[in-house]
């Protein structure tokens, strides 16, 4: 059985992200939920997304399927900017590193792929054992 580990507050920063790379992830993934939400609660397609947001509809399937590392958060903010809606950050003064995010859990679980998350996420918050890939068979000559 897989060690349960207190959770910083930070998935980012609990796979073993530095501070800057952590914070600069979590904000991304904030911004990248914040924009799917947005299309999702007008209605729009990928297609009719990507007009709103003049960018290509394969920008949008990126942005839907969680690849963070494709967008920065410029990028981000000006998606929304976009469109009309307001951003506010804000750093955290109190540092609650045991603060609990579900949205930020969400969107890292849509970003396994890009960045190897979800078998860790999966060993580390659910304590549940990862299958091993097998072995990769080559031909013998």
Do not use: C
């Amino acid at each position: 059985m897989a060690k349960m580990i207190q959770s910083s507050g930070n998935v980012f920063k609990d796979l073993g992200r530095s501070d800057a790379q952590a914070a600069n992830l979590r904000v991304r993934a904030e911004l990248m939920l914040a924009i799917e939400r947005y299309v999702k609660a007008q209605g729009w397609t990928q297609t009719e997304a990507a007009k709103h947001f003049g960018v290509p509809q394969p920008r949008i399937s990126n942005l839907m399927r969680g690849k963070i590392n494709d967008f920065t958060i410029d990028t981000l903010v000006n998606f929304l900017a976009s469109v009309g809606q307001r951003i506010t950050l804000a750093p955290d003064t109190n540092n609650n590193k045991n603060d609990y995010d579900p949205a930020i859990d969400e969107m890292a679980d849509k970003l396994g792929d890009v960045l190897d998350l979800l078998p860790r996420l999966k060993q580390r918050y659910r304590s549940k054992p990862i299958p091993k890939k097998p072995a990769k068979r080559t031909a013998k000559r």
